[in-house]
């Protein structure tokens, strides 16, 4: 079993920052690639940031120069600093880990979190 655990979201105000963690935690062999995607009602979730093991990122265009992700690799977590958020950063943001399992450990798989709501408004 793996657990992905999302913290850190709520409401703020636009032009205001907010600090996302997730713990990932279970039966794990190795950690590739982690990241977050954002999700509103009625859009299909969207990729926001990825970091993978060695520190290599990617970003969407749409918060490039306002959010950072990093990764912790001795805690199993990921970060996503995000500022200067905008009112279209509203979203369900979920926690996305590629791991190679215990019991699996020759091929990875997608794990997700149960989302966290991020409220940018006035």
């Known amino acids: 079993q793996v657990h992905l655990v999302e913290s850190g979201g709520g409401l703020v105000q636009p032009g205001g920052s907010l600090r996302l963690s997730c713990d990932v935690s279970?039966?794990?062999?190795?950690?590739?690639?982690m990241g977050w995607y954002r999700q509103v009602p009625g859009k299909e979730r969207e990729l926001v940031a990825t970091?993978?093991?060695?520190?290599?990122?990617n970003y969407a265009d749409s918060v490039k120069g306002r959010f950072t992700v990093s990764r912790e690799n001795a805690k199993n977590t990921v970060y996503l600093q995000m500022n200067s958020l905008k009112p279209e950063d509203t979203a369900v943001y979920y926690c996305?880990?590629?791991?190679?399992?215990?019991?699996?450990?020759?091929?990875?798989?997608?794990?997700w979190g149960k989302g966290t709501l991020v409220t940018v408004s006035s």
């Open positions: 279970g039966s794990i062999f190795r950690i590739y690639a």
């Open positions: 970091v993978r093991s060695g520190g290599s990122t």
């Open positions: 996305n880990a590629y791991i190679a399992t215990m019991a699996n450990p020759s091929y990875g798989v997608n794990f």
